[in-house]
């Protein structure tokens, strides 16, 4: 396998992917950018990075797990322009990395699955290209597989703490709230195709995130896939012993079947 840290940003060293990649010849591979969770307050890579990329990388894929800005420095577009810059690295390291261009997904998790859904739908905002220098449409995932994602600022539907870091604000208003909420950037001619898995009594981001954020896709006429399981914690990773660190709740068989499920909708893609 290569292993390794590449450096993402000459002015931020904590801005970084770290590479699962297999050293197997054969042919060109999907890729995955693993985007972990934390609330865009830390990168919970422990759970939601490598347990995910070698999960992928046993499914077939070569991954890389993305260290994005966070806390104050992760006022939007900071963290999209980070997830922008990757993505368009690894496209543009394809040959070096044995993928196919032309199949790099990516996946998140909680405040990561509202990074990785950023992507899906705002990548093509015109600072992403301004601030980072891209080409445009390099950063463009072939399809995005959201994990209990935060994806709306609807006061009924959101986790406030990432909006609040995304903002820059305690007390953003509703309309504030709304400026990055991601069912209001699907568009018909752009939007990446969407996975997205939840449970019905997440308490920290509720299920009606994901919800609403399928119904723009629907209106739009886009394919999407979406599971609701009917129980579960916040925050289950794997679901699996491998990332429950001991508490058998976050241990959940029929969630477990995300991985597998994911797989398949990108081979069908």
Sequence with gaps: M??????????????????????????????MLVIPGGGYYNVCADREGEPIA?????????AFVLNYSVREKAIFPRSLCDASIALSYIRAHAEEFNINPDRIFAV???????????LGVMWDRPEICEITGIEPGSNRPNGVVLGYPVVSGKRFATHLGSFQRLLGKDEPSDEELE????ENHVKPESAAPMFAFHTATDPIVPVASPLLLALAYARAGLPFELHVFPKGPHGLALASKTTSLGNPDQERDNVAQWVDLSVSWIKSL
């Design 108 to 118: 998140g998790f909680s405040a990561g699955g509202h990074l990785a859904g950023s």
């Design 2 to 31: 290569i292993y390794k840290k590449i450096p993402l940003r000459e002015d931020d060293p904590d801005i970084y992917l770290t590479t699962y990649v297999s050293d197997l010849k054969g042919p060109a591979r999907d890729a």
């Design 54 to 62: 070698l999960a992928y990388m046993n499914a077939g894929l070569n």
């Design 179 to 182: 400026l990055y909420s991601l």
